[in-house]
């Protein structure tokens, strides 16, 4: 059998003399892709990184996990991508205080140490003038007057800081470094004003990558008022009531629930009612429905392609995180398979998002979070798709959610949308423009991935320089 390119690469067999041996003897830490980074490093002028930072240092979680509304801003991996911070929790000033020693200001690097945010790194900015970190981020403040601590950060999050960071984990049942591991990894040395060459041309790429992305998310944010704009369909103003009445005999042999009768819901089913077009129960087009297979995580590296609930965006797939069942799984999964045209619904965690299946994923398997609905000639399966993610539909999608810990949605559900029916003509109008408006915001985001690649190979070659 002819090797794959991972395999040539990385060679499931090879050699490493003795000399070579580094203190640690798993094969792991000595794949060739990693041998590759490090003898291109060794010719570089470089230093370890903790010999240029002043200390190394992970913060802690408060006592009982409990966060305050306000206070001292407090970092997790996931409220952090480089030069993206976004504040979700605060802890308060006294337990900061007990962990001063983690605490954070403009100019230091973080870094994710622990499982599968491992090697997301971040350049604290200067709008955030003090905060902390949990115990799997690690905070680097560097000493030495030769490094500029933004071009750190960029490096460690290029390809060579980061094959480093793989390398030095331990992996185990989830990988982690500790700071003797940090400590070792290998930080090239450019004279500052390459340095700060290598920071200007990495922030001009993220500012219009971000820009690239504002717009992308406008266009696509633009979707549902079009989509209610050509059905006659007025926005309801959203808001919640603290204390409202609802008749006994409106509640017969219904749900009880106080949220579940809030006035801005009835609102928005009127709206959808006195929209330019009649409405009918999606059951009447709907010709197949069921859910998805529950199965065990059993996934290997080739077999049944399986859909996840992850891989289910609105009007959309995400293919890049499929998995795969063994064959032996395929009478076990019954008829949990799609077909070109089918659609697909989440019924759990964010419920009613939904996709109409492209012919790439034809004869894919799908998981139990999902429901397969197929629908006749009558209905335009785009526009159905367009019209259930919509953001009114979504509103009271939510609402008919059940379970106390994580909420679902059920076939009887779906059945029961009410959905606007306009002429075929119209609905293959609205969906035509819909594919534009998702077109043009793909080809946006392919334009912002693409610039911030091109600098990082940029950036790679003037460091190895």
């Known amino acids: 059998m002819t090797p794959t390119k991972t395999q040539q690469s990385n060679p499931q067999i090879f050699t490493i003399w003795s000399d070579k041996i580094e203190g640690r003897i798993d094969p792991y830490f000595y794949r060739a892709e990693f041998i590759e980074i490090e003898n291109r490093l060794e010719k570089t002028k470089y230093e370890k990184l903790k010999n240029i930072c002043e200390d190394i240092k992970n913060g802690s979680t408060p006592e009982g996990g409990v966060f305050e509304n306000s206070g001292i801003p407090y970092f997790r991996s996931q409220d952090f991508k480089l030069f993206n911070f976004e504040i979700n929790q605060y802890i308060n000033l006294e337990f900061h205080k007990k962990i001063y020693r983690s605490s954070i200001k403009f100019g230091d690097v973080l870094l994710a140490v622990v499982g599968a945010t491992l090697g997301v790194v971040g350049y604290v900015p200067n709008r955030i003038s003090e905060g902390n970190i949990n115990q799997n981020v690690a905070r680097f403040r560097t000493k030495d007057k030769r490094i500029n601590s933004k071009y750190l950060a960029i490096f460690l999050s290029s390809r060579y800081g980061q094959k480093q960071i793989q390398r030095q984990a331990t992996v185990t049942t989830q990988a982690y470094l500790n700071n003797e591991q940090l400590g070792q990894i290998k930080i090239p040395l450019p004279s500052l004003p390459i340095q700060n060459k290598i920071v200007s041309i990495m922030s001009k790429a993220y500012e219009e990558k971000k820009r690239k992305e504002i717009k992308a998310g406008e266009i696509l944010n633009s979707v549902d008022d079009f989509v209610l704009k050509e059905l006659g369909i007025k926005m309801p103003e959203i808001k919640k009531e603290m204390v409202f009445e609802v008749w006994s005999d409106e509640v017969d042999n219904k749900r009880i629930d106080a949220e579940y009768w809030q006035p801005y819901l009835e609102e928005v089913e009127r709206s959808i009612n006195n929209g330019k077009y009649k409405t009918e129960k999606l059951k009447k087009y709907i010709t197949k429905i069921h859910y998805g297979a529950s199965t065990s995580n059993a996934y290997v590296d080739s077999g049944i392609s399986l859909l996840r609930i992850l891989n289910l965006k609105a009007n959309n797939l995400n293919l ?146």
Do not use: H
């Open 320 to 465: 890049s995180k499929v998995v795969y069942l063994p064959e032996s799984f395929r009478k076990k999964l019954g008829n949990a398979f799609v077909k070109t045209g089918d659609l697909l619904i989440s019924r759990s965690g964010t419920v009613g998002v939904v996709a109409v299946m492209p012919k790439e994923v034809d004869g894919f398997a799908f998981g139990s979070f999902m429901i397969k609905f197929c629908l006749n000639d009558e209905i335009n399966k785009e526009f159905i798709s367009i019209w259930l993610n919509n953001k009114l539909n979504k509103i009271l999608t939510e609402r008919e959610k059940i379970g106390a810990i994580q909420g679902n949605i059920t076939i009887s559900t779906i059945e029961n949308f009410n959905i606007p029916i306009p002429s075929l003509n119209i609905q293959k109008k609205i969906s035509e423009k819909i594919e534009l408006y998702y077109s043009q915001s793909k080809t946006l985001q392919k334009e912002a991935k693409e610039v911030l690649e091109k600098a990082k190979e940029k950036v790679e070659k003037i460091i190895l320089k």
